[in-house]
């Protein structure tokens, strides 16, 4: 008989292969979708990678020494305030030395290094302190002293000076660092932003997780914060580092107060208690001195003189001379006081090269100096009054320490110092008026030569704008019982005809060629500009454009033009003397003005 299966047995077959069916289905189910997930993680972890290195922050570190410009194991990298100034510095027995052009242009420009002579200076109110390259000695008013340390340091033709000593008279502070070597130099006291980072972060060179880590910085440190460039902050580390922080690691943002325990060197002056009424005296020589009697008798008012005594003879430092002891008795009996004027052109020296070459050396200064006080002394003079108008950009730091030396002797015995500038200007800037507010006893301003005689153009001496201009701008930087300013007493005859075609060519392409006219002028005093007028027929008519009276002409074929310096010029020149509470007034030149131009003065100086 036949076995079969029972109904039972073949149904759970069925059953369990349909279970193992639909497992293995599954199974594949699962490993697909395992395989697709695998795929999808390495894809993420791809891309991930892909976003962290494209967007991510870098870990790549900044060449530090390539970041302070540091090139030899010597060098010192210098960092003052804001400000990474490359490697200007070196070290020298653990004592920190800096360029002297960095010195002088950043943190003190009353240091002063004559490199023609191997010598570092710096005038005190005192006297001035001379060192010699490689020295630790230095003297002061003939007392040899030491500081210690070497203060000038010279490497090939770069001079270094020592922050130690630069800090005895200057208000900073500096501490400096290793890998790299660096200074940190801060001289800007008062209000800075400061803020707390919140997190450990790092410092980068520009703004972006892209840019190199120059330093790292941790939670709780203070950074000085610099510039604000929404998500990132220029900001300053303790130690040295400027770059850039995350706004976001940033809190506690303030404005803190800074300051240092340090006093200022403070210049004595000599002052009047009156307002000072100078006019220059043009003495050409000795019998001119004569002529100071008639001079004073023809005016009103007038508290001081300055005769044209001294020219600089040569590049040595020596002067001519044309003073006169009776001349200063004549004008103390009037009491009147005499500022003998000293200048560096019409008799000697007259180049800006010589003024140069004077000015440069040490000892020509020097030399300078003891002849212009001894001349002083022997006749009786109460005031040198420097006018040097041949001073170059590359001579002003020169220029300016020729006027704190002279300051000093001229305190040392009881000689007031009064100094001539051009109205302020920025091509005559390294005339350094701020300084001399501070080491003269006055200040000139000489308020006329708008236009003078090599000018391409017409126009007035001094005009209203151009006077006022001269007086806002010295102000900002003179203290007003300092600043005198001066007038003139004389006004310019224009003759413009025009230039030939020939002309024109040759003059192609530089400032004169700018003009389709020539001119040229001669100066005139009040009285005779006024003749001058009245033989040419001329109309005087008011220039609403300067304010002053002003007449033209046609002759011989030219054109004549005057602004007149007169009464009515002058005066609004003395109300602005009176509305800026200035130390006075002063004129080129005596015999220049009109018979009642004193009474005028003399409403404003009383």
């Known amino acids: 008989m036949e076995e079969r299966e ?28 395992k395989v697709i997930l695998f795929f999808i993680i ?31 194991e010597n060098q010192l990298a210098v960092i003052i305030d804001n400000e990474v100034l490359g490697a200007k510095g070196i070290l020298l027995d653990g004592k920190a030395y800096v360029e002297y052009s960095v010195v002088r242009d950043y943190l003190n420009d009353r240091v002063y290094v004559d490199f023609n002579e191997n010598i570092l200076l710096y005038t005190l109110p005192e006297g001035t302190i001379r060192a010699d390259v490689g020295s630790a000695d230095y003297t002061l008013q003939k007392e040899k002293k030491s500081a210690g340390y070497t203060i000038l340091k010279m490497e090939g033709n770069t001079a270094y000076v020592a922050l130690d000593f630069v800090q005895e008279y200057t208000d900073i502070e500096f501490q400096t660092y290793e890998e790299p070597s660096r200074v940190m130099i801060v001289s800007d006291w008062g209000e800075t932003t400061v803020a707390t980072i919140k997190r450990d972060t790092q410092v980068r060179y520009r ?4 840019s190199p880590i120059l330093t790292d910085v941790s939670k709780k440190d203070e950074v000085t914060v610099i510039e604000d460039e929404d998500d990132w902050k220029k900001v300053r580390t303790e130690d040295g580092y400027i770059g850039y922080v995350k706004t976001n690691c940033l809190k506690n943002e303030q404005v803190k107060v800074t300051d240092r325990d340090f006093e200022e060197q403070v210049y004595s002056n000599i002052s009047k208690d009156y307002t000072i009424n100078l006019a220059w005296h043009v003495v050409t020589n000795k019998t001119a001195n004569d002529s100071v009697l008639s001079m004073i008798a023809d005016t009103k008012g007038l508290t001081t003189i300055s005769p044209t005594w001294f020219t600089v003879a040569d590049t040595s430092g020596n002067i001519n001379s044309l003073a006169s002891s009776q001349y200063v008795n004549y004008a103390h009996q009037s009491n009147i006081e005499v500022w003998a004027l000293v200048r560096d052109f019409d008799g000697g020296i007259d180049s800006y090269e010589e003024s140069y070459e004077l000015l440069s050396r040490t000892s020509s200064r020097e030399n300078l100096i003891n002849q212009l006080i001894a001349e002083a002394l022997k006749t009786g003079v ?7 108008e041949k001073i170059s950009t590359e001579c002003g730091e020169h220029y300016i320490q020729f006027i704190r030396e002279l300051s000093v002797k001229c305190r040392q015995n009881g000689i007031i110092l009064s100094v001539d500038n051009y109205v302020p200007k920025g091509y005559n800037a390294h005339y350094h008026l701020k300084e001399q507010g501070k080491v003269a006893d006055y200040v000139i301003i000489m308020g006329y030569d708008e236009h003078y005689s090599g000018s391409y153009e017409s126009g007035p001496v001094a005009s209203y704008e151009f006077v006022k201009f001269g007086i806002e701008e010295t102000l900002k930087v003179v203290p007003k019982e300092k600043t005198i300013n001066a007038v003139p007493f004389f006004t310019r005859l224009w003759k413009e005809v025009p230039k030939t075609e020939g002309e024109l060519a040759e003059q192609a392409g530089t400032e004169a060629g700018e003009y389709a006219v020539k001119v040229t002028s001669v100066a005139y005093g009040m009285s005779e500009a006024e003749r001058v007028i009245a033989n040419a027929g001329a109309e005087i008519i008011v220039d609403e ?7 033209q002409w046609e002759a011989d074929g030219a054109t004549y033009k005057i602004w007149l310096e007169d009464e009515t010029a002058l005066e609004a020149k003395l109300q602005l003397m009176k509305e800026n509470d200035l130390a006075g007034t002063a004129a080129w030149r005596l015999g220049f003005e009109k018979s009642d131009t004193w009474e005028l003065i003399l409403k404003y100086v009383n």
């Open 6 to 33: 029972r109904p039972g047995t073949e149904r759970s077959n069925r059953s369990r292969n349909a279970r193992r069916a639909r497992a293995r289905k599954r199974r594949k189910r699962n490993l697909a979708l």
């Open 42 to 72: 390495i894809v993420g972890v791809i891309g991930g990678a892909f976003l962290i290195k494209k967007y991510g922050p870098t870990k790549e570190r900044a060449d530090l020494n390539e970041y302070y410009g540091i090139e030899n």
């Open 207 to 210: 703004g972006g997780v892209k």
């Open 382 to 388: 109460d005031g040198i009054n420097v006018d040097f």
């Open 545 to 551: 454009a300067t304010g002053q009276n002003y007449a």
